[in-house]
């Protein structure tokens, strides 16, 4: 008996489950087209490189739910970014503003990239200023190097 009870709780609490990730479908069309075009620009928290609109989390449905909800209610696209902006932060929007927290999300890559131009720079200086300030072969040395190239075999003992 308490097995069969334990299994039925278990069965319940996998349908529980299963009914929370589901989506409500909306029959109509200029709500699901405005929650696409908002959905691409809001960022799944759980798989942070995903917009809810390509993630499968839970969370994501739950988000799109949400989303699917407030335009319902007549709220618009900017009220509703505000909102998801207010409650999660600007990290929920997929291209966040440009302001002083999120400066260097903006400005890094292209700091990164002057960086490293200038350290091949300063290399490139500093292998040339050693080629021309290494002393030239001596004439003894000279030949060596010329009979080489020429492909003779080098004297012994010089």
């Not at 529980?16 to 960022?43: C, F, M, S, Y």
């Not at 966040?96 to 490293?116: H, M, R, S």
């Amino acid at each position: 008996m308490k097995r069969f009870l334990l299994a039925l709780l278990l069965a319940f609490a996998g349908f529980a489950a299963w009914g929370q990730a589901t989506e409500v479908a909306h029959p109509d069309i200029a709500v699901e087209n405005r929650l696409k075009a908002i959905a691409h620009e809001l960022r799944c928290l759980v798989c942070q490189n995903q917009t809810i609109a390509d993630s499968n989390a839970p969370l994501a449905v739950d988000l799109r739910n949400q989303v699917r909800g407030m335009i319902a209610s007549g709220k618009s696209d900017d009220e509703i970014r505000a909102y998801m902006v207010q409650r999660y932060g600007d990290f929920v929007l997929y291209k966040p503003p440009f302001n002083a927290v999120t400066a260097f999300l903006w400005v890094g890559p292209a700091l990164l990239i002057a960086l490293g131009f200038a350290v091949m720079f300063a290399m490139f200086r500093r292998r040339k200023a050693l080629a021309e300030a290494a002393p030239a072969p001596d004439e003894s040395r000279r030949r060596e190097i010329e009979s080489l190239l020429a492909g003779d075999e080098p004297k012994a003992g010089r």
